[in-house]
Nanobody, 125 residues
């Protein structure tokens, strides 16, 4: 599975962005897709995850409310909508994919086999 993230950029606080992650290769219907991020000087943290063929979504507690994960199976594309951006959202955002995971494992980056290259989001105050 190859993943290509895009959509990052420089945005003012309060603005919105939609990140995209195009998947290609051997994507399977039972794959799990997720977004993670790593800010400057910070550890990587989970944002959200979704099953490829289910509308069920999972969010890290700190990401609930302003982040929305979705996917378009027909386009093989994963999305992350971020609203009301804050300077602390500045990070490289990575998309990732894994074979089937149980719900309690979906926000653990160690379970993901495939990673995109990341897209930089910078939020100015």
């Amino acid at each position: 599975v190859q993943l290509q993230a895009s959509g990052g950029g420089l945005v003012q606080a309060g603005g919105s962005l939609r990140l995209s992650c195009a998947a290609s290769g051997r994507t399977a219907s039972n794959h799990v897709m997720a977004w993670f991020r790593q800010g400057p000087g910070k550890d990587r943290e989970s944002v959200a995850a979704i099953r490829w063929t289910s509308p069920m979504t999972f969010y890290a507690d700190s990401m609930k409310g302003r982040f929305t994960i979705s996917r378009d199976s027909a386009k093989n594309t994963l999305y992350l909508q971020i609203n009301s951006l804050k300077p602390e959202d500045t990070a490289v955002y990575y998309c990732a994919a894994a074979p089937y995971l149980i719900a309690t494992s979906m926000l653990n980056a160690e379970n993901y086999n495939y990673w995109g290259q990341g897209t930089q989001v910078t939020v100015s105050s």
